[in-house]
């Protein structure tokens, strides 16, 4: 028998116990041993999203479904029974998760070439070493010129949903190769779209939460929605044999964004070719991706003549909360008769209907991650990773929504009162008006403040007996935090500030811009006035 790494049963996947310790498992071990282990973990956040989406495309393939709320509590009431029907399915296709198989070697192209029959460096593998700069990396000498074959495995995984766009090897056979060059097709699709999921208190609960049924997700599936290993084996030319479209949310968790061959021998990988694979595009595909939040986007929509969305990407400027309308189902509504504005992640969507059949109490954590791509997303600048913790009403109630949607706008709106002090001193000091800066820093400022705030007083919500005497209280809080944050700078100011100075015609010093901010804080957390005067009469 051949050389043989077979990720049913050789350990590749690192999972963290109760304890912290880390451990590797091989694909039927992370679902039979599921509910010892708290999460997946990876060298980077990323690796363990891109994995929980092949454990769910295994997991939804084996059960044949779920199709209905009632099919979904079967498996979670007896989830070593869906474990043997894993393990069977996993045996059905054994052959088709051989990372060294001679033909059909996992999310690979067997004999995959350029030209000049080079192999690139495993830099090109490792998200972690950014392309000509590996100084910025620990990863230095033996680390990049032999990795493991359970490693290789996960970096595998992680290309395709991750790997930046640019210029990648041109694989022999592929008609879309110009002087010996594969020409970019994009990012990976995941790293399009900034994933969202769902995090239950192990594994076992991470993968049933995330387990939807596709009709209460809103996302659509098929007999044709099929994995690759279900599939006739890739080659190095893209698959048209859908006209390069997804099939369903299946396809996208495992789309072959890349054709790669991992180079290697029994004592681990040393090189990699990765050729361009199969081009996936963001617009419209909230019928298919249930992992990551929508907005309507009024450019595309012209653009096309469609009604068009576009995913809600993650920010590394912007913390996770600020963004929760797009995540909360029951707060998004139709504005009159036009598109709605943004449109929840299928997963929330679906732990709505959970809450709704009483199988969800309690919190739900929902976690966030992404990668920020450099010029031409072309290298990794940063890879995003955020969790919240949302009591889990929320996810199911109106009113409970708004008051969530309400504390994020007033946050909003009083850290832009303190942005607009800042930059107000800084032109009374002497600043050019149109400067940004200042204010951009105060931004940041003050959301980093009110960033472990907002965090305690959501998971008071859920135990919270007046939800709007709740959102009175954030109002204050909010107030404070950010009316300190003004002090501080008008009392750090210098006598430039003091003295001011004309500023489009007219007079601008720190007395006017911290009367204005005081006025324009207090009418940003209005709610305040109301709980002082409940206070008093009380």
Not at 93 to 107: A, I, S, T
Not at 202 to 211: F, K, Y
């Amino acid at each position: 028998m051949g050389a043989s790494f077979n990720l049913v049963d050789e350990p590749w996947i690192l999972v963290m116990d109760r304890d912290g310790a880390v451990h590797e498992v091989s694909l039927r071990d992370a679902f039979r041993l599921a509910p010892a282990f708290r999460q997946i973990v990876g060298e980077v956040p990323t690796q363990s999203f891109a994995i929980l989406r092949l454990l769910l495309a295994i997991l939804h393939r084996a059960v044949q479904g779920p199709s209905s709320v009632g099919e979904w509590l079967e498996l979670r009431d007896d989830w070593e029974a869906a474990c043997e029907t894993v393990s069977r399915y996993l045996e059905t296709f054994r052959g088709r998760f051989d990372l060294r198989h001679p033909d059909e070697p996992f999310f690979q192209v067997a004999g995959l070439r350029s030209a000049s029959g080079e192999v690139s460096g495993l830099e090109k593998l490792i998200a972690d070493v950014p392309n000509g700069a590996p100084y910025f990396t620990t990863r230095l000498g033996r680390g990049l010129e032999r990795i493991t074959w359970s490693e290789a495995a996960r970096w595998l995984v992680h290309v395709h949903a991750f790997d930046p766009s640019g210029i990648k090897t041109g694989a022999v056979g592929d008609p879309r190769v110009k002087g010996g060059k594969g020409y970019p097709i994009g990012p990976a699709w995941v790293g399009q779209i900034g994933g969202v999921s769902l995090v239950g208190e192990n594994l076992a609960e991470t993968l049933l939460l995330n387990l939807i049924v596709p009709e209460s997700a809103g996302v659509l599936s098929g007999p044709d929605d099929l994995p690759p290993w279900e599939r006739p084996q890739l080659d190095q030319r893209a698959d048209d044999s859908n006209g390069g479209e997804p099939r369903g949310f299946l396809d996208l968790y495992t789309w072959q964004a890349r054709r790669v061959r991992l180079a290697g021998d029994d004592d681990g990988v040393t090189g990699v070719v990765i050729a361009q694979g199969d081009r996936a595009t963001p617009h419209n595909r909230h019928v298919f991706e249930p992992m990551t939040a929508w907005r309507f986007s009024e450019n595309q929509t012209r653009a096309t003549g469609t009604e068009t969305y576009m995913p809600r990407a993650h920010q590394a400027e912007r913390q996770f909360w600020r963004g929760l309308e797009a995540l909360l189902p029951s707060a998004v509504a139709t504005s009159g008769t036009g598109p709605r504005a943004v449109l929840p992640p299928g997963v929330l969507s679906w732990a709505a209907e959970l809450r709704e059949a009483g199988l969800l109490e309690g919190f739900v954590r929902v976690r966030a991650v992404g990668v920020e791509y450099g010029p031409q997303s072309s290298t990794y600048a940063e890879i995003l990773d955020d969790e919240l913790v949302l009591p889990a009403a929320v996810v199911a109630d109106g009113a409970l929504a708004q008051v969530c949607v309400d504390a994020v706008r007033v946050a909003d709106k009083a850290v832009g009162t303190f942005a607009s002090l800042a930059k107000n001193i800084a032109s009374a000091s002497g600043g050019a008006p149109d400067d940004s800066g200042p204010g951009d820093r105060a931004r940041e400022r003050g959301f980093a403040a009110l960033d472990p705030e907002f965090r305690r007083w959501l998971v008071g919500l859920g135990t919270a007996p007046e939800p709007r005497a709740h959102l009175a209280a954030w109002h204050e809080l909010v107030r404070a935090t950010v009316g300190r944050l003004g002090a501080q700078v008008v009392a750090n100011a210098g006598p430039a500030a003091w003295r001011g100075r004309e500023v489009r015609g007219k007079h601008l010093d720190l007395g006017k811009a911290e009367v204005w901010f005081r006025a324009a804080l207090r009418g940003a957390t209005e709610l305040a006035e109301q709980g002082a005067a409940q206070e008093v009469t009380a």
